[in-house]
């Protein structure tokens, strides 16, 4: 009986993180911030993991149903909460000194695929769908391989005064990991991490 090989490639890849701080911004102020939805796909998902992480470094987040109501009954669209005056009045409304807005600006996940290997090549490639990968019934007279790729995405982020509009901090990164949670996750860290050295409100 021939071998089946499952492939499970722990190459990770990533881009330092782009960090760009305000100079003039004064960081005290901030006591509160809210996380809006990322622009992109997987939006809401990837805030719901920085505003996670924001917490675990000791940040003081509103909810993000008390957040998503107040957009709601103001009816606002992700364009126009690129607008000062509305990030303004949001602020008011949910006491909060910044927002933390972002936005995806490329996105790969992970994929599975069913390999068969004839006379020493591969004689058909084919791609599993599904989050699991269960390997059972395979042709015994065939050399069958299950290979799967790793996941990338990549993240802008910002911090934005909500009195005056500035941007307080800026940050970029791209970043290569098992499966779309896990690397947003680490790109969060990084940004989380960076951000720390400015803003005492975390640890």
């Given at each position: 009986?021939?071998?089946?090989?499952?492939?499970?490639?722990?190459?990770?890849?990533?881009?330092?993180?782009?960090?760009?701080?305000?100079?003039?911004?004064?960081?005290?102020?901030?006591?509160?911030?809210?996380?809006?939805?990322?622009?992109?796909?997987?939006?809401?998902?990837?805030?719901?993991?920085?505003?996670?992480?924001?917490?675990?470094?000791?940040?003081?987040?509103?909810?993000?149903?008390?957040?998503?109501?107040?957009?709601?009954?103001?009816?606002?669209?992700?364009?126009?909460?690129?607008?000062?005056?509305?990030?303004?009045?949001?602020?008011?409304?949910?006491?909060?000194?910044?927002?933390?807005?972002?936005?995806?600006?490329?996105?790969?996940?992970?994929?599975?695929?069913?390999?068969?290997?004839?006379?020493?090549?591969?004689?058909?490639?084919?791609?599993?769908?599904?989050?699991?990968?269960?390997?059972?019934?395979?042709?015994?007279?065939?050399?069958?391989?299950?290979?799967?790729?790793?996941?990338?995405?990549?993240?802008?982020?910002?911090?934005?005064?909500?009195?005056?509009?500035?941007?307080?901090?800026?940050?970029?990164?791209?970043?290569?990991?098992?499966?779309?949670?896990?690397?947003?996750?680490?790109?969060?860290?990084y940004f989380v991490k960076s951000l720390s050295k400015y803003w005492n409100e975390l640890i």
């Amino acid at each position: 009986m021939k071998k089946l090989l499952l492939f499970l490639p722990f190459i990770f890849s990533c881009v330092s993180p782009q960090i760009a701080v305000n100079k003039k911004a004064d960081f005290s102020k901030i006591k509160r911030i809210a996380v809006l939805n990322f622009s992109g796909p997987e939006g809401s998902t990837i805030a719901d993991i920085f505003t996670i992480t924001f917490l675990k470094h000791g940040a003081d987040v509103v909810e993000r149903q008390q957040l998503e109501a107040v957009t709601k009954e103001l009816n606002l669209s992700q364009s126009e909460l690129s607008d000062p005056g509305t990030r303004k009045k949001i602020g008011k409304l949910l006491s909060v000194d910044a927002l933390v807005i972002g936005s995806v600006t490329s996105y790969k996940p992970n994929t599975k695929y069913l390999m068969r290997n004839s006379g020493g090549s591969f004689d058909s490639v084919k791609e599993i769908k599904g989050k699991n990968v269960y390997i059972q019934n395979f042709d015994p007279s065939t050399d069958t391989s299950i290979l799967e790729t790793t996941a990338e995405i990549g993240i802008s982020m910002r911090m934005i005064d909500t009195e005056n509009g500035s941007i307080l901090y800026s940050a970029y990164m791209s970043y290569e990991g098992l499966d779309i949670p896990s690397t947003v996750q680490s790109i969060s860290e990084y940004f989380v991490k960076s951000l720390s050295k400015y803003w005492n409100e975390l640890i």
